[in-house]
């Protein structure tokens, strides 16, 4: 079965420092990755995916995640994040056999600090 | 365009009691997920409905926790008797429809029910 681990649970940073989320997922022939970001009292919002092509996908806010299937990675990074970036950070992983079912890892919380 | 609708967005209650909880999905939107999110954990998929029909529903604990979308649109996730367990944040989300082998629709996500049982 498909795995997500996100390897900090917590990132605090500096407003304009850059920042890397770390994102890890368990093998598969074929996958689909995703970042969602949870602002406070909010739903999950899509930040940024990679289905094919590129590698390296961006955002329109400035995050840009890589795939990298030799390391099984889909790290987040941001080169100068802002106070409004403080929120919840999600990378989730779907394979196009189990229909749509998105699986999870168990969060980074970003804290942006002025 | 509005998004998914949750209700209510908190809900404290006792333990063993019953509570429901409700989702309107985007309009046009077949497919139709709830997910349980914990306190500092990601969301875990309980069940997904393709129109009225639960395709998926491998995740739900069917001794307590019951679920229906009746006429393939608005949803309803209910549990009977509530425990402690189970206070958690409950999602919905809805998709155009469930991505097939190669292909991707969006999930949407709604604002979801945050309960604590007492």
């Known amino acids: 079965a498909q795995s997500v681990t996100q390897l900090d649970s917590q990132v605090p940073v500096f407003e304009e420092a850059p920042v890397e989320l770390r994102c890890n997922y368990s093998s598969s022939v074929s996958v689909y990755l995703f970042w969602y970001v949870q602002y406070p009292n909010q739903g999950l919002q899509l930040l940024l995916k990679?289905?094919?092509?590129?590698?390296l996908v961006e955002s329109i806010n400035g995050f840009e995640a890589e795939f990298n299937k030799s390391q099984t990675s889909f790290h987040l990074r941001k080169p100068s994040v802002h106070i409004s970036d403080t929120a919840e950070y999600f990378c989730?992983?779907?394979?196009?056999?189990?229909?749509?079912?998105?699986?999870f890892g168990q969060g980074t919380e970003l804290s942006v600090k002025p | 365009e509005a998004g998914v609708v949750q209700s209510p967005r908190y809900k404290i209650i006792e333990k063993k009691q019953p509570v429901a909880f409700w989702c309107n999905p985007i309009s046009g939107h077949n497919t139709l997920y709830w997910y349980l999110q914990n306190l500092g954990q990601g969301p875990e998929l309980l069940i997904r409905y393709e129109n009225e029909e639960a395709v998926d529903d491998s995740q739900l604990p069917k001794d307590r926790f019951s679920a229906e979308r009746l006429k393939g649109v608005d949803s309803t996730l209910k549990i009977q008797p509530a425990e402690l367990g189970d206070s958690a944040v409950y999602l919905c989300a809805s998709s155009l429809e469930s991505g097939r082998w190669g292909s991707y629709n969006e999930q949407f996500f709604g604002p979801g029910t945050r309960l604590t049982v007492l």
């Open positions: 989730a992983v779907s394979d196009g056999n189990q229909g749509g079912k998105l699986i």
């Open positions: 990679y289905l094919s092509g590129s590698t």
